[in-house]
C-alpha cells in the first residue's frame, strides 16, 4: 500500500470519472493493491475517506467523489488595514523579496481552548531576515527574529501583538491576492506541526483539533501538503494525525 497521500491521489484518479460508484468497487479497488485486506480494515478506511472529505455518500453503499467547489471554501486569513499597511512597507523597503504575512489568529476558529495572543507571523528569505528585522524594529519594538524558547516564554508569550520573524523555507506554497502574499493553508498546517517553539501552544489536542477541523471546513490540496511536509521533513509524523 502507498502513503496515505499517494493512495489518495491514485484513489481520486481510478474513480474520477464514475458519476457514482459502491462499496464493492472500493473493496476491488483496495484488493488490486494488497489482496490480504480484510474487508473490515476497508470499511474502516471508507469510513476515514469520508471523515476527510475524500468521497461523501449518497446511501447505503454507493458514494461519490465529493465536490469540494460546492462543500467547501477556499482559505484565506483576515487581514486587517494594519496587515496590509505592513506587508505594503516590507515590499516597498525590499521589493525584490520573497516573503509572506499571516495573523496567527486564523488559527483560532479550529481550536477549543482559544488563546488571547494576537500574533503576526513575517516569513522572509534568510539572507534578508536580519535586515528585514532592523527595518521593522525601527518602527516596533516588539519585534523578533527566529525566537528561541527562552525568548518565547520569557518575553514573546506575554506580549499580545508581538510580530515575529521567521526564516521562510524554499520552495514555501505561497499565495497571492489582494495585492497581499500570505501561505496556503497547508503549509500553515505543515509549519505549526514542525515549528514547535514558536507554536507551542497549539501543540498536543489542539494540533489535532486544528487538523481535523480544518479538513471538515477547508478544501486541502494534499499532494500540496505531503510535498511541503516532505521538505520540512514532517510528513511521517503529519500522516499520523491525518
Not at 474520477?16 to 474487508?39: C, G, I, M, R, Y
Not at 462543500?71 to 515590499?91: A, V
Not at 505561497?174 to 514558536?198: C, W
Request: hydrophobic share 40%.
Amino acid at each position: 500500500m502507498t502513503k496515505r497521500a499517494d493512495f489518495i491521489a491514485s484513489f481520486l484518479n481510478h474513480f474520477k470519472s464514475n458519476q457514482t460508484f459502491t462499496a464493492k468497487d472500493v473493496v476491488e479497488f483496495f484488493h488490486a493493491h494488497d489482496e490480504t485486506l480484510p474487508e473490515t480494515t476497508i470499511h474502516w478506511r471508507i469510513y476515514h475517506l469520508k471523515k476527510q472529505g475524500v468521497i461523501e455518500s449518497l446511501g447505503r453503499g454507493l458514494y461519490k467523489i465529493a465536490n469540494h467547489t460546492e462543500s467547501k471554501i477556499t482559505f484565506k486569513p483576515n487581514f486587517t488595514r494594519t496587515h496590509k499597511n505592513l506587508f505594503t512597507k516590507i515590499k516597498k523597503q525590499f521589493p525584490l523579496a520573497s516573503f509572506c504575512l499571516w495573523p496567527v489568529r486564523c488559527l483560532h476558529e479550529f481550536m477549543v481552548h482559544l488563546p488571547t495572543i494576537n500574533w503576526t507571523i513575517v516569513e522572509v528569505e534568510k539572507d534578508i531576515a536580519e535586515s528585514v528585522y532592523s527595518f521593522l524594529r525601527e518602527k516596533k519594538q516588539d519585534v523578533y527574529l527566529n525566537p528561541d524558547t527562552k525568548t518565547m516564554n520569557q518575553a514573546v508569550a506575554y506580549d499580545r501583538e508581538a510580530l515575529i520573524i521567521k526564516n521562510m523555507v524554499s520552495e514555501s506554497p505561497l499565495i497571492q491576492e489582494d495585492k497581499i502574499s500570505y501561505p496556503s493553508l497547508e503549509k500553515i498546517l505543515v509549519d505549526v506541526f514542525s515549528d514547535k517553539i514558536i507554536f507551542n501552544i497549539y501543540q498536543g489536542s489542539e494540533l489535532s483539533n486544528i487538523f481535523s477541523n480544518t479538513f471538515e471546513k477547508y478544501s486541502i490540496n494534499l499532494l500540496r501538503l505531503k510535498r511541503y511536509a516532505r521538505r520540512r521533513q514532517a510528513w511521517e509524523g503529519i500522516e499520523k494525525i491525518l
